[in-house]
């Protein structure tokens, strides 16, 4: 089993820009078991519906969206915790959708994935030691020096008392056991992880320790990251490029220039304008933000909206968007790589505009009310 | 050394109509380790019709302060000293009785998680009509029609029929709308939030938050907001206390705290927190180390474990260990260093991290 | 709802069916059956052949299954004479027909169970909840350290206390004895006292315990911390909302500790030498008497089918999460 496995000394030099994970079609429906007398499955769970993405190596992509819209349960395919229902994904050109167990071992070394909860995600019976240099042990990996010694280095790493390796995770802080996390993914030298919400948990100036030590690992060691939060400015922060998803599907991806500054897709305008942000500038200046405000919550995936999936919240939608799904693609005006998902896109601005797009009736009426 | 003997000075004596006023509030509770100090001398005002912000990461005391101020605590587990009045009125010497009368009454609150803080076992209609019925001595049916017209009125749709819906049968931001609901019922003089939108998605949070303001515009409340959010207060807040282990340690307007904050830990905050226009170069500069234990907190000024400031306090060697910073009244922040340090500091070293 | 009671009495025929296969043969490939323990010392393999016969072991394990499980549901015929349904076959050891010696026995034991159950409900969840409502004051620490103590104890270790006390030495009561209520109401009250109160003890002691800590684990809730918040009294927040979510545990032991009850109180029965059904489980099994085994057996198991249905209908009842199909 650990015959194919690349030693990191044996492994090749790949040049950053190259595609390193390719998701295409990518689909999980959970089953919605029901009905009498037996019972069936009577419906899906529409997780994630058809997403291609791909994750170049040494970058950092961001899946941004708000909870259901399926980012958790991409990251869990790609990580194969959860075998996809249909698509492939396809790790260095070679497709691991339906890898057997043998043959995952030689990749599942160079795939690790850091989760949110620092607090259930480390086994409490384990030392630090004895998590970090699980994987290793696991891979039948002996590094150079022995385990012990790169167990040290890893804490050294990720800012811990390399001495602490005997301790138990409990002596540990929310934000430290983080960092025990972030050792045990690097253990394995991976070429890729898969960060599920890493620090949303945290306190914010806890927060700002891990990203910071998450950006260090990725400049300095070169992995590449597929970072899943549902922070919008964290995202920013650490991903060169984003892609948004709502519902199952990938509504608009592009770099963080476009995303941020030029997005398209009315969800994505309505994600922005929704971020609560401190304005610093002395004359307040910045506060030139639209104002976008929907109404009600995200739909149920087990019967989402037919065509376009934002149709049902949308200010911009037609009857044509309740008939065709609108495909991921680059429309006009967008620069290369920007793909959008809409019939009807909105302009690449997120500047005020003359008049605010409020749809939840309740602030209709109050605001009405108020200016009366 | 020194140690504090006075209570923190009087703030805000800019707020005539002030109808809240905590002076030197300490909560302590006893636990299996001992006891824990949560919150420690603390002060603050608020003003009919006005917001303040209390900002702070976990075991700041946020919370605790709050569920004080309605003698939420078990009194069990829990020695409270200090003063809050309300109106004129004295509430922790009150009686549970006068302190049942003003709950939901006259003050009335929020809470974070609205799925746990709404009864699973009662309709939604019935848990927003019970404190109309108790404080306004109503019939059953005009509370049930009072709940209707305030499920209307925070934009829930179809309100008549959605009222006999249980909780789990409502989404997360209708909940946390029928809890909103439910706290501005009796149209309260003061609405505590606490983080009443943090397991919320963000552009629910917008509509949330939204509707919070609009409907202080027509209600009139006092809002104190609890976040840990900075972003959340710059939107909501006109004032800002911001809080750490158990200590008020800056407060001012919005304006004042966020655009010139004069403590290192709102310093720290700021720098920690990336933000939709902030400088991608520019890495995150957070705070080192993690928030103290209350069971055994720091010294003299709680944050110095943590402050890269404190070699440049004047005065004896060790100060910001020895001696404990005071909050003054009004703008003020509780730092050893002097005014014009705060305030280069900020514009030299700080802000330009900001950009 | 009618939907689930189908559902689940089809469910529970199923069960029934399938646990009367199971305690037959499992019976059958025991080591020693009733026939050779009939025989006697000077047995003779003709002498055996007879019993066996007679007894209708000859015959197929197959053809005696059925004919026992279809007896249940049409009856039998016996040479003794006719068994209308639900026949439960005869008993090897008295000859008598199962069905009438449980149906003998069932009114002690239900007794036992019912009365003991009205008591240890009442006085046990009671006594929990005032605990969790006084908690931390003396009527707390009083009622949790009692019944500490108490379901620490044993039947057969309280019951023999208390026959000693009561009825040998002082001669205030007579030895615990069982008249039918409709013969006798005072004897019948008189007769079961010390039994059901012997047995309600123990079971009060547990109840306490978990009505407590079931009490205190819901005013834990935030639920209950919102009630407050909105100026509810704490009597009215303890006793429509705690209460209820309080509930969900004890609804669940309860529902246990009766179908087990009604199966056989095993160690009351003996410790206070009634013959109940319990009673009767326990000379089935010594005499290798199969066809009362497997009928109070089935009767016990019975009662656990049908009490979980109703467990699920209460806790539908109770929680409007839980819906039912």
Request: hydrophobic content about 40%; glycine content about 8%.
């Amino acid at each position: 089993m650990t015959e194919d496995t690349v030693l990191p000394a044996q492994r090749e030099q790949v040049t950053v820009g190259e595609p390193l994970l390719e998701v295409s079609g990518l689909t999980k429906y959970f089953p919605v078991k029901g009905g009498f007398p037996i019972k069936r499955t009577v419906g899906h769970v529409q997780a994630v519906d058809g997403i291609d993405l791909t994750v170049r190596v040494g970058e950092s992509f961001g899946l941004v969206g708000e909870s259901g819209c399926g980012k958790s349960t991409t990251g869990r395919l790609i990580t194969r915790l959860l075998e996809p229902t249909s698509g492939s994904i396809a790790y260095r050109g070679k497709d691991i959708s339906r890898a057997t167990r043998r043959q995952l071992a030689p990749i599942r070394s160079e795939i690790q994935m850091i989760f949110q909860d620092p607090y259930s995600s480390l086994n409490p019976r384990q030392t630090v030691g004895k998590i970090i240099s699980g994987p290793m042990e696991i891979n039948g990996i002996t590094p150079e020096g022995g385990r012990e010694k790169r167990v040290r280095e890893l804490l050294e790493i990720v800012g811990l008392n390399p001495e602490h390796f005997n301790r138990f995770p409990h002596e540990f802080s929310g934000g430290q056991r983080q960092r025990i996390g972030v050792a045990r993914a690097l253990a394995l030298e991976p070429k890729l992880i898969v960060a599920d919400e890493p620090v949303s948990a945290l306190d914010v100036s806890i927060q700002a320790q891990v990203v910071n030590l998450l950006q260090k690992v990725q400049k300095e060691l070169g992995i590449a990251f597929l970072f899943i939060a549902h922070d919008l400015a964290v995202v920013r922060h650490f991903s060169q490029r984003v892609a948004v998803m709502y519902l199952g599907k990938i509504i608009e991806v592009g770099d963080r220039e476009a995303i941020y500054n030029r997005p398209r897709h009315p969800y994505t305008h309505a994600l922005l304008s929704a971020v609560p942000e401190v304005n610093l500038t002395d004359d307040g200046e910045s506060a030139g933000r639209e104002r976008i405000r929907l109404a009600g919550d995200v739909p149920s995936p087990i019967s989402p909206p037919s065509g376009c999936r934002f149709r049902t919240r949308c200010w911009k939608a037609q009857d044509k968007c309740a008939t065709e799904e609108p495909p991921l693609v680059r429309i006009s005006g967008n620069q290369e790589g920007h793909l959008t998902a809409c019939h009807f896109p909105e302009e690449p601005t997120t500047e005020a505009r003359d008049e605010d797009i409020v749809l939840d009736p309740a602030l209709v009426a109050l605001e009405e009310g108020a200016g009366e | 050394m020194t140690t504090v003997t006075k209570p923190e000075g009087a703030p805000a004596a800019n707020a005539p109509d002030g109808f809240l006023s905590v002076r030197d509030l300490q909560v302590t509770f006893s636990t299996e380790d001992g006891p824990v100090k949560a919150v420690d001398g603390l002060s603050f005002d608020l003003a009919r019709g006005r917001t303040l912000g209390i900002v702070g990461e976990s075991g700041s005391g946020k919370s605790v302060t709050n569920l004080t101020v309605l003698g939420l605590h078990n009194p069990l587990f829990t020695k409270t000293d200090g003063e809050i009045v309300l109106d004129g009125k004295e509430l922790i010497t009150a009686t549970e009785k006068e302190m049942e009368e003003l709950r939901g009454n006259r003050a009335a609150m929020i809470f974070q998680d609205p799925l746990t803080a709404l009864s699973p076992f009662y309709t939604v209609g019935r848990q927003i009509a019970e404190p109309y019925m108790k404080h306004r001595k109503v019939s059953k049916k005009a509370a049930w029609e009072r709940a209707v017209e305030m499920l209307a009125k925070v934009g829930i749709p179809n309100p008549r029929e959605r009222a006999k819906d249980y909780p789990h049968q409502f989404s997360g931001g209708m909940r946390q709308r029928a809890m909103i609901a439910m706290a501005l019922v009796c149209d309260p003089d003061l609405l505590i939030a606490d983080e009443p939108t943090t397991a919320l998605d963000v552009t629910v949070q917008a509509q949330i938050l939204d509707l919070l303001k609009d409907l202080q515009q027509e209600f009139g409340s006092g809002i104190i907001f609890i976040t840990h959010d900075l972003g959340v207060i710059a939107d909501m807040a006109d004032d800002i206390m911001v809080m750490y282990a158990g200590n008020a340690v800056e407060r001012g307007t919005v304006d004042e705290v966020l655009r010139a904050p004069q403590h290192p830990y709102t310093w720290g905050l700021l720098n920690s927190m990336p933000r939709l226009d902030s400088d991608l170069d520019t890495p995150l500069s957070p705070i080192p180390g993690s928030p103290p234990s209350l069971l055994h907190p720091p010294s003299g000024c709680r944050f110095h474990p943590r402050c890269t400031f404190q070699d440049r306090v004047a005065g004896a060697a060790g100060r910001c260990v020895d001696e404990r910073p005071l909050l003054g009244p009004d703008r003020a922040s509780a730092c050893h260093l002097t005014a014009d340090q705060k305030r280069t500091i900020f514009i030299e070293e700080i802000k330009p991290r900001l950009a | 709802m009618i939907q689930f009671i189908v559902r689940r009495t089809v469910g529970a025929a199923v069960t029934l069916f399938l646990i009367g296969a199971a305690t037959f043969f499992l019976f059958v490939a025991a080591p020693s059956d009733y026939a050779s323990l009939a025989c006697g010392k000077d047995c003779t393999p003709a002498r055996l052949a007879d019993i066996r016969e007679a007894l209708g072991l000859n015959l197929p394990l197959a053809q005696q299954f059925w004919d026992f499980m279809s007896g249940i549901v049409m009856g039998r015929d016996f040479p003794t004479g006719h068994c209308s349904a639900p026949c439960l076959g005869v008993s090897f050891y008295s000859g008598d027909m199962v069905w009438s010696t449980i149906m003998d026995r069932f009114p002690l034991t239900a007794t036992l169970t019912v009365g003991g159950a009205a008591v240890f409900l009442i006085v046990g969840v009671g006594a929990g909840m005032i605990a969790a409502y006084r908690r931390g004051t003396y009527i707390d620490k009083v009622a949790t350290g009692a019944s500490m103590v108490l379901s620490s104890f044993q039947i057969y270790f309280l019951g023999p206390i208390v026959l000693t006390v009561l009825v040998y030495s002082t001669g205030w009561m007579e030895d615990p004895k069982y008249v039918p209520i409709t013969q006798d109401p005072v004897g019948w009250f008189v007769g079961m006292s010390i039994p059901v109160c012997v047995m309600a003890t123990i079971f009060t002691a547990q109840y306490t315990r978990m009505a407590r800590s079931s009490m205190i684990e819901q005013l834990a809730e935030d639920s209950i911390r919102t009630a407050k918040a909105k100026g509810m009294s704490r009597r009215y927040v303890f006793f429509r909302y705690a209460w209820r979510g309080s509930l969900i545990p004890i609804v669940t032991v309860f529902s246990i500790d009766l179908s087990a009850l009604l199966g056989g109180a095993v160690v009351t029965e003996l410790t206070f030498s009634l013959q109940g059904i319990g009673r009767l489980a326990v000379d089935g099994a010594v005499n290798k008497d199969l066809p009362l085994t497997m009928g109070v057996m089935l009767f016990g198991a019975f009662f656990i089918l049908v009490i979980n249905i109703f467990t699920d209908i209460t806790y539908a009842w109770i929680d409007p999460r839980i819906r039912l199909s």
